[in-house]
């Protein structure tokens, strides 16, 4: 094994890698040698619902430069004939599947906060189900098989919190977010007569893309936004937290220890003694039941 790169010759998908935790974790692979086809629905000739600029070939070129080899893939999960192709894809130029990382989401632009679920879009509330949850069985339904025929495979779901945090604000949200944290535990029981490992993992406060435009700052100046959201953006981290966490993940022999679990970006930087990508150790941990707390009443939709 390549210690520097223990990944080198390994094949990793990383479904939703146009942006945020998905490309962090692309990335993280790529640094340790892994091939990692990054999946998205943003390319540079044509942008999704979510209306950002990431794409899925700058996600490849971060690979890359990180000493992986990266693979920009258009593909809507969603939509089981682009899952089934991709996976058709992989089989054909690699033949094996070593990790799969579930990081579809897309259900920002349907979510309507602080409304009853008679009150938001019933619409709106499908496709958040529809983008959050029917994408990811999409994807294990095609994925596994090759998964499973490698061996020691292993499986993250990506989610938002751990399980029975408190009421994320919008039914369909807080459903999604739910599910996925049970999806890894279920994948757990399944996969394990396989060999395999599957679990979940969540971030805390992340400084996404979306969230650093959101406040008016970048990586560079985020600390200026630090009193942000009751002070509580002081404790954010980069998306190379959880990244680098799932990449340790991939490395380790006994991971197995972690099936069915729900593992923040915190455990794992405690578990394998890892920084940020700015040095930094956030723990956002130590805060994130009150955090939650905080936002579940200031959530509650108000009778008029």
């Known amino acids: 094994m390549n210690t520097a ?8 998908l990383v479904a ?14 790529g640094a340790l040698g892994a091939t990692v086809y990054g999946s998205g629905r943003t390319t540079r ?21 990180a000493g992986g080899t990266g693979i920009p ?24 599947l070593d ?31 529809r983008n959050g949850i029917e994408t990811h069985l999409i994807t294990a339904h095609h994925a596994l098989p090759l998964l499973i025929e490698t061996g020691d495979g292993l499986v993250v779901e990506v989610g938002d919190g751990k399980a029975g945090v408190p009421f994320r604000g919008v039914v369909a949200y807080d459903h999604v977010k739910e599910a996925v944290v049970r999806l890894g535990y279920s994948l ?10 599957a679990l979940s993992v969540t971030p805390g406060f992340l400084r996404s893309e979306a969230m650093l435009e959101h ?18 953006f002081r404790h954010s981290e980069t998306p190379h937290l959880l990244g680098r966490g799932v990449a340790a993940l991939a490395v ?30 956030p723990d956002w941990g130590t805060v994130d039941a009150e955090a939650r707390a905080a936002d579940a009443e200031a959530a509650l939709p108000t009778a008029e």
């Open 5 to 12: 790169r223990p990944l080198t010759g390994r094949v990793a």
């Open 16 to 29: 939703g890698a146009t942006r945020g935790c998905g490309r962090a974790i692309a990335v993280e692979l």
């Open 45 to 65: 000739d044509g942008r999704s619902e979510m209306d950002r600029p990431e794409t899925i070939e700058d996600t490849a070129e971060l690979v890359d430069a």
């Open 73 to 96: 893939v258009r593909c809507d999960h969603s939509q089981e004939a682009d899952v089934a192709a991709l996976m058709d894809r992989i089989r054909s130029e690699h033949g094996r």
């Open 99 to 129: 990790v799969l990382v579930n990081d579809v989401w897309g259900g920002d632009p349907f979510t309507r906060w602080v409304k009853g679920v008679w009150e938001h879009p019933l619409e709106d509330t499908l496709r958040i189900v």
């Open 188 to 197: 757990a029981a399944e996969l394990r007569p396989y060999g395999a490992t």
């Open 215 to 232: 406040f008016g700052v970048t990586e560079e100046t985020w600390r200026d936004a630090a009193d942000a959201h009751g002070g509580y």
């Open 252 to 281: 380790d022999p006994d991971r197995a220890r972690f099936a069915g679990q729900c593992l923040g970006s915190w455990d794992l930087m405690h578990t394998y003694g890892f920084s940020d990508a700015d040095g930094e150790r």
